[in-house]
């Protein structure tokens, strides 16, 4: 059942913004992490976890960030990059060899050719491709099309670009969604399906099935595709497969993804995307307005790591597998139903079987009780979904070894004291 956009569960206008009423694309805006489960604008469930995870001493498995860095050898080109004078402005479309070695990765993984040079677009991290793909290729009054729950910032920029903001669910326990659901999201106002494959919050990557439906449907009513694959290489036993490589989906699919999650420096926020011409000239029009350019030796250093050796891609892949197991196991003790993800570095549970209903309620406690944060899974929803969703939180386990042992050990501890 699809779902048009509304506020959520968390946003109350009534104390929103200091000027009394809330700004166009607040009001429009259906991403719940605009404003805080207090309505205090600004502050995010995120923020208010990781400050609830500093306070009380804390294992964070709320925000997904590594807490290792990537590989060495993209570190020191990075270094020589700046030492050998790469400072200033990097050309609008990214640095060549960047582009050039995005264009080989496509090549290499997947059989795909795009032009580096008309056809690939650098970013400052996947979100501002998502952000400039959206506002180059939807107006007031469209609707863009997600799965839901959803990544925090498609709400946000779907909201500021003035569109309407359907949804399709993806349910519980392998969370994929309802075809007829999925065809019945679709109008002939859908101007973008904004698909997340593998998928943030719930750790689903879609198979063939689900993808050619996507693209038949998007084929049907003239939609563009927007895929946004930052992790990509982030798969346990099962292939990605980008949308993109489908019959019939290159000529209208913009393919997103990141150095943040496959090389574990997503502080230095490069991103790309690829697609057909006319898209991604679109979308650099806009680009050059946000940022222009960013990150000029992090550039080259992300050209250099895109052509590392396929044993690095099988080993992040096979070493976060082990990370899953450790803190599934370490949940699953806890007394929570676990759903195994197939990607990401995100793992859902479902705090039912505790007896507990409300997911945003024991992510306030969770860090009191056993020294742990998470995230609810609701505020990744409108208020349908976040009804749906009510018992679900979301842990991360792009972590050290020893800190998923201990918070798995912690965790062993809940149904004691709750
Ligand atoms: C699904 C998804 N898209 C985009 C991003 C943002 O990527 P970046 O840090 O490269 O901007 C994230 C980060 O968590 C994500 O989970």
Not at 270 to 288: D, S
């Amino acid at each position: 059942m699809a779902s048009a956009g509304s506020s959520s569960p968390f946003l109350d206008m009534s104390t929103g913004t200091s000027a009394g009423s809330p700004a166009p694309w607040q009001r429009a805006a259906t991403g719940a992490n605009l404003l805080s489960p207090n309505g205090d604008l600004g502050v995010t469930i995120f923020e208010e976890m990781t400050t609830l995870a500093m306070s009380t001493g804390s294992i964070n498995l709320g925000q997904g960030f590594p807490d290792e860095d990537g590989p060495a050898e993209i570190k020191a080109a990075a270094q020589e990059a700046m030492a050998s004078g790469a400072n200033q402005y990097a050309p609008g479309k990214g640095v060549p060899a960047l582009r050039d070695a995005i264009a080989a990765h496509q090549g290499r993984f997947y059989g795909l050719n795009p032009d580096p040079d008309t056809e690939v677009l650098v970013t400052t991290g996947a979100t501002e491709a998502i952000a400039a793909t959206l506002l180059a290729l939807i107006q007031p009054g469209d609707e863009v099309l997600t799965f839901e729950p959803f990544y925090d910032s498609y709400g946000a920029i779907i909201g500021m670009a003035g569109a309407k903001h359907v949804t399709a669910p993806l349910l519980a326990p392998d969370f994929m969604p309802d075809l007829t659901a999925l065809e019945d999201a679709f109008s002939s106002r859908t101007k973008v399906v904004l698909l997340n494959n593998p998928h943030n919050p719930t750790g689903a990557v879609f198979p063939e099935l689900v993808l050619a439906k996507i693209v038949d449907l998007a084929t049907k009513y003239q939609a563009i595709i927007v895929s946004d694959e930052v992790y990509e290489h982030l798969t346990f036993g099962v292939a990605h497969i980008p949308i993109t490589s489908l019959p019939g989906a290159a000529e209208r699919t913009i393919t997103i993804s990141s150095a943040g999650k496959t090389f574990s420096f997503t502080g230095w926020k490069i991103g790309w995307l690829t697609g057909p011409e006319h898209l991604v000239a679109a979308v650099r029009t806009v680009k050059q307005f946000l940022t222009y350019s960013s990150g000029t030796p992090f550039q080259s250093a992300i050209a250099v790591g895109l052509g590392l050796p396929d044993e690095f891609y099988t080993g992040i892949a096979s070493t976060l597998r082990n990370k899953r197991d450790i803190l599934a196991e370490g949940l699953r003790a806890a007394g929570f139903g676990v759903y195994n993800p197939s990607g990401t570095y995100f793992i859902n549970v479902d705090t039912a079987p505790l007896g507990i209903r409300d997911s945003v309620d024991l992510a306030r406690r969770l860090p009191g009780l056993v020294g742990v944060a998470a995230i609810p899974v609701p505020v990744f929803c409108h208020p349908e979904g976040a009804e749906r969703t009510r018992s679900l939180l979301r842990f991360a386990f792009c972590k050290k070894t020893e800190v998923l042992e201990e918070a798995a050990g912690r965790l062993a501890t809940l149904k004691d004291r709750l």
